[in-house]
């Protein structure tokens, strides 16, 4: 190149710090704080889901490239994207992992504080593309009845591999969301679970939502909890996040701030694919970037001992030591207002590659099935 592109970075992107400059004149900016007057000039965007791409945004702006370091991409706004030839890319699967760990530590927790086995018990998976498809893996593993429920798919690949809503409604014990928000047309997710869906339930379902707060009409949500209609209720998204409904979050089971899919691991993936993608749009001779210095967990050796536990208590012990979300629970529900605080403050976690587990007698393929999970294992002689 013979001139040096321009870009504006969310501030709390994680390892991009150093990357760009010997390629870009780069500016650092809160995410939410990012604004028109900031951009004007900018030849490309990396941002999160905090920045709003819309026209009130872009327009006249000399962006050319944007992007988003998050699986999610509601927060562009394509058409006009595509109206003013601005390319995007958004970082697809890049914390799938991290929201796999997330859902297996509250299907866990649940299934010891609501007194069920998940071996055996129905879980209806709606939306199956990179999360749904890690979730669908884990609930294989634990011996899990599945039903996946995702019409885009279904249309380009037939009927044989999903069922209707109306089945997952009717015959699961846990429902778990993993859609993108779509406002209006035929897969439209807003408001996907409202009072008909709550009420055609059949069973005390165990929900959970790690996708977009808008898939769940709270108002109808409440309805149901006071009414008795489930058996528990996992909420990482909120419908009008930063905003939260203080009664709501006194309802549900467990409650977190946005950070399912907050794992460093995630965070580098997105990274990584944001860098990647903004060097073949630019050329810009920044080959094979990925972060080097992931800091590992204090302690990532975990000494289990399965004798005279069953399978999901073996899982248990091993999953929460990476990540419990109880924790999370408790300093959401301290501090409710410090929403985008505690985000951009998470504490660091890491996923399952990072831990060493010495096993000690194994029984029941649980060691088989934590190294399928992605654990480390050392069997004890």
């Known amino acids: 190149m013979n001139t040096r592109i321009k870009i504006i970075a969310d501030s709390k992107i994680p390892f991009l710090k150093g990357v760009l400059e010997p390629y870009a004149d780069i500016l650092y900016i809160r995410g939410s704080d990012i604004s028109s007057d900031y951009i004007r000039d900018a030849d490309a965007l990396i941002v999160r889901t905090r920045t709003k791409c819309n026209k009130e945004l872009l327009e006249g702006s000399n962006v050319r490239f944007i992007a988003t370091a998050t699986i999610g ?66 609930a294989k593993l634990l011996g899990m009845n599945i039903l996946l429920n995702d019409p885009p798919r279904e249309r380009q690949e037939g009927r044989s591999s999903f069922v209707t809503l109306e089945r997952i409604i009717q015959e699961s014990d846990i429902i778990s969301f993993h859609v993108p928000l779509i406002i209006t047309g035929q897969d439209k997710t807003f408001h996907m679970v409202n009072n008909k869906f709550l009420n055609d339930l059949r069973k005390k379902v165990h929900l959970i939502n790690t996708s977009r707060g808008e898939v769940i009409e709270e108002k109808a949500l409440k309805n149901a909890i006071v009414s008795g209609k489930l058996g528990s209720v996992v909420l990482d998204v909120w419908e009008k996040e930063p905003l939260v409904d203080k009664d709501l979050l006194e309802m549900v089971n467990i409650a977190t701030p946005h950070i399912a899919g907050y794992s460093l691991d995630g965070k580098a993936n997105g990274t990584k694919m944001s860098v990647k993608a903004l060097n073949s749009f630019f050329n810009l001779g920044l080959e094979n970037w990925s972060p080097d210095d992931i800091p590992m967990p204090l302690d990532n050796k975990i000494i289990l001992d399965a004798a005279g536990k069953n399978l999901e208590v073996i899982i248990k012990e091993a999953v929460l030591k990476t990540y419990n979300i109880l924790d999370d629970d408790a300093k959401f529900r301290k501090s409710i207002s410090s929403f985008e605080e505690q985000r951009e403050h998470y504490s660091p976690r890491r996923e399952y590659g990072a831990y060493v587990i010495q096993l000690l007698n194994d029984h029941d393929n649980a060691g088989k099935i934590l190294m399928e999970l992605g654990f480390d294992v050392k069997k004890a002689s």
């Open 73 to 138: 991409f509601d927060h562009i706004d394509t058409d006009y994207c595509a109206s003013r030839k601005i390319t995007w890319q958004n970082a697809p699967g890049c914390n799938s992992s991290s929201v796999e760990q997330y859902v297996l530590a509250a299907l866990l927790v649940l299934s010891a504080e609501k007194n069920f086995t998940l071996a055996g018990s129905t879980i209806g998976i709606i939306g199956v593309g990179y999360v749904g498809t890690k979730i669908k893996r884990i």
